[in-house]
């Protein structure tokens, strides 16, 4: 199936700890997207990479790196975890970073710092 | 700066009866607009979009939406609502700068159905 797929699903950790999610897309797209859902369903994009180069990096605290060893894939290794990094991270991906082409989302990844 | 707001936080419907969800934007040229739906423990899947020419775009699900330059809106609508719409509704705007695009998105309509 052509898709956007985020790994793991879910993730419960504890404060402090560093955790990685990964993101892949086999639709042959050029740009990548990560964006935090915050509790009260907001959603606020936070880097994009286009075809591997950081192009978008909004205010995130540099305990957020996202990293992507090519275009098909993106990730976001997050060092030191806080309570308030609690949310769903959602990857998506749209064919090139201009024009008004629409985004494909991944099925999001439920982050629980306790 | 572009924003997009929905004024609804909230909105149930009975099964059957139509629906118009409330956009609007703050831009400074014609965006490109889109409607997203996010079912419970998905993720968001697009609707619909406008980029340009017929203000009335026709989406999946028996969705439609108008784009009102006048009234800077992109509402959302369906004639006769059915149970398994019950989902949050996110309306998008993609400003195009010349630059790196990207989706903003409004807070959300979350749609109950009554039976």
């Known amino acids: 199936d052509t898709a956007v797929s985020q790994t793991p699903k879910y993730l419960v950790t504890q404060m402090g700890n560093d955790k990685s999610i990964k993101c892949e897309q086999n639709?042959?797209?050029?740009?990548m997207y990560w964006y935090k859902q915050d509790s009260k369903k907001f959603l606020k994009i936070m880097f994009s990479y286009n075809n591997k180069e950081l192009i978008i990096n909004e205010t995130v605290p540099n305990r957020f790196s996202p990293k992507s060893p090519d275009k098909a894939h993106l990730n976001l290794h997050i060092n030191s975890l806080e309570l308030g990094d609690s949310a769903v991270y959602f990857c998506?991906?749209?064919?090139?970073?201009?024009?008004?082409?629409?985004?494909?989302f991944g099925s999001g990844t439920r982050l629980t710092v306790v | 700066a572009q924003s997009v707001t929905q004024p609804d936080i909230h909105i149930t419907v009975s099964e059957g009866a139509s629906l118009e969800l409330r956009c609007n934007y703050s831009y400074g040229a014609t965006p490109y607009l889109f409607w997203y739906v996010q079912s419970p423990g998905q993720g968001l899947q697009l609707l619909l979009k406008?980029?340009?020419?017929?203000?009335l775009v026709q989406g999946i699900k028996g969705f439609e939406a108008e784009f009102k330059r006048s009234q800077s809106s992109f509402n959302l609508r369906k004639p006769s609502v059915h149970w398994s719409d019950a989902a949050e509704y996110f309306c998008?705007?993609?400003?195009?700068?010349?630059?790196?695009?990207?989706?903003?998105f409004g807070a959300g309509t979350r749609l109950a159905v009554h039976p």
């Open positions: 639709l042959g797209h050029d740009t």
């Open positions: 998008a705007v993609g400003p195009f700068s010349g630059g790196y695009n990207k989706l903003i």
């Open positions: 406008y980029f340009s020419g017929d203000t």
């Open positions: 998506a991906s749209r064919p090139d970073f201009r024009g008004g082409y629409g985004y494909t």
